[in-house]
Structure formats: C-alpha cells, structure tokens
C-alpha cells in the first residue's frame, strides 16, 4: 500500500470565498503514482470546507446568501462562542452544512468523477494563511 | 490491496425521491470479495446525496418538507444558479445538508453497520438517468 | 494491509449533548499499530453524529440552539416520524447537519490535524446506550 501527503495553503483575502482546487489535487494524484484508491480532502481549520460541487458562479453566490440566511455573521452577539473574542461563530456553524472533507475514488490513476463533480475549498473567516490536506492511499 | 468499482444506475420519475440502496451496495461488497477495507459510496451528480438513516417512510416525508422549508424550490428565480437555464438551483443546496457519499467499514466481509443504518440515494433533481458510484478497497 | 475496528459506547443522560472523543480515537489508532492510513469514526445509530470542530463551550452551545431552531424537538406531532411513537423525529434532521463520520488521514501514527481539530459524538435522543465504531485501515 502506498500513501502520499500534500498540504495546500491559502489566504482569502474576503471573509467568505470558494475556491476549486480540482487541479491541486490531481496534481497531488499524479505525485503519488496511485493508480487504484481512495483520496481524502480535508480543511484542517474549523471554520472552512472542502466540498464537491458544481463550478458556477452563480451557484457560488447562491450557497453564500443561504449560508447568511442559515447562520447569520452578525449581529456577532448572537453567538456565545464570540465571548471568546471571535467574531467566527457563524463560521463553524457555516461549515457543518457545507461539511469538513470529501473522499473521492482514484481509478486508473484519476479522481473517478461525475460529468459535473469539482472539488472547492469553503472559507468561511478568511484573512489568513489556512490549510486543506491531501492524503493519499492505494496502489 | 484489493479494489473495486461499480455504477449504479438511477431513474426517478418524480423530482424528488429516496431508495434504499443497501441491497446493491452488499451486491458489490459480495462480488469484490474483501473482508476488511472500505467502502465509498458517492452520489457522482451535485443535485443527489448518498446518506445513510432509517428505512421509515414518514422520516422520508419529513426530510422532503423540511428541506423544501431550508431550500424552497420556487420560486425558482430566487437562485442566480437558475439564470444558466436550470430549474434546479434548489437541488444544489439540498444535496449539501444531506452529503454527497458516505464511507462505511467493511468487518468480516459485511458492511459493518449498526442496527438501523440503512443507505439511501436521495434525488432532489429527477427524471434523468443519474449514477452512484461504489469503490472498495480493502482484502 | 493491516485493519483494526474497535467500538466506543456512550450513554448520555440528557436528550443532547457533544463529548470529545478525541483520547479514544488516539488509543484506537495506538493499539492499531497503523503509521500510514485513514480512519474511519462513525456514528453507529441513526439520532447522532460524529464530527470535527473546536473544544469550546459556548460553541457547543451555539450548535445546540442552531439545531433547534432549524429542526425543533417539539412539537413532536409536527413530524411524521413520530407516528411510530418515537418522539426523535428532530434528531434524524439534527444528525444530518451534523454529519454521520469523519475521516481523518493517519501520518507518522498519528492522527494528521489541523491545531484545532478535535473529533466529537454529538448525541440528540439520548438516555439509552449507543456506540461509535472506529475501523482503522493502513500499514
């Protein structure tokens, strides 16, 4: 059994941006010479997401007003977890509908994808250097 | 290692609707021959989720009004998503609160299950051919 | 391939609550020997999750009245579910918020996290006995 691991880091420099990191990770795929597998994507923060999806703008605007309907930012009171000093409460709720991670199957070498599947990185309380991490496992 | 791969085929006439699909996915874990390992079962479209819960058809109901009650349908002009010609900017954020696959142990060449976990396709965007994929690995 | 399954069981008194369960997924993967790997910790029943967010208090308290507002409790009349004569008919909704699993990369026998990443069982029917299984699979 093979494995293989590769951070990606980014910064968004907006409170809130989704970002497809498909290449990235097929780039990490070809690295790791699997050819049949399993591919794990995970945020490494807590107020991010990774998520497959489609690559529409429109729909990319459509989550974030949703996600503001479903947990508002503000007023940043509502949220006790901000008593810590954060204004990121809305951020960890925002990343349990959008979720954590995706698994996608690695067949013949490539991500075993439907016509539309892209793989995006949710920010959710950007303005920092924060991490996806891609583990890799097969032969 | 051992791997296997099978689609599974969907038609929903209606456009919403949930199928228990356990019976194929043991089929597939019964023909790959693994005992130990893994399964991913993934919906391979962005309008449908694979999950796992009760084979109880008013919990079935109650999903379907509760996520219409998150994620209206109509009107369809609310979504910008619906600007590229769909009518289906809702299935895109139905499919988020549900989830895209689930992972599932493999113990002894069963789906190692609790006593109620059942796996369900779910269709918020019917009346097209869709597909599940089901990857194993394991020995 | 080395392969390792343990279970874990709760039984919370009140009808919800979270627990970080983080120390016994670390003695799972120790009394595993696995160094390079996933695994895999799912909620066995179908009213409680398993996911990965901050150790803080006033957070866990957000999330809890969240869920109430996006899928109240009472009244239990307004789901179909309960028909059965359950009163749960909330946590089957609440639970797919919250995520059934995580998966979580295995690296140098550790498990590879971001600085706040901690895993929890969220519980949302509870008063009674139920496990969360662990299956760990790698070299």
Redesign the interface.
């Known amino acids: 059994?093979k494995?293989y691991?590769k951070e990606l880091w980014f910064n968004i420099p907006k409170r809130r941006g989704f970002i497809n990191i498909t290449p990235q990770v097929e780039g990490a795929l070809h690295d790791s010479g699997v050819r049949?597998?399993?591919v794990?994507v995970?945020?490494?923060?807590?107020t991010a997401s990774v998520?497959?999806?489609?690559d529409?703008s429109?729909?990319h605007?459509?989550?974030d007003r949703?996600l503001e309907e479903?947990?508002p930012h503000a007023p940043v009171s509502k949220?006790?977890?901000?008593?810590?000093g954060e204004d990121n409460?809305d951020a960890?709720?925002k990343?349990?509908?959008?979720?954590?991670?995706?698994?996608?199957?690695i067949?013949e070498g490539k991500l075993?994808?439907?016509?539309?599947?892209q793989i995006f990185y949710g920010e959710f309380d950007g303005g920092r250097r924060k991490?996806v991490?891609v583990?890799i496992?097969?032969?």
Do not use: C
């Open positions: 059994m494995s691991r049949e597998g399993l794990l995970n945020a490494m923060h807590i998520f497959i999806n489609d529409e429109g729909l605007q459509d989550y949703w479903l947990a949220y006790l977890h901000n008593r810590t409460g960890h709720l990343r349990q509908i959008m979720g954590r991670e995706v698994v996608v199957a067949t075993d994808f439907g016509p539309w599947e991490r991490l583990k496992i097969g032969e």
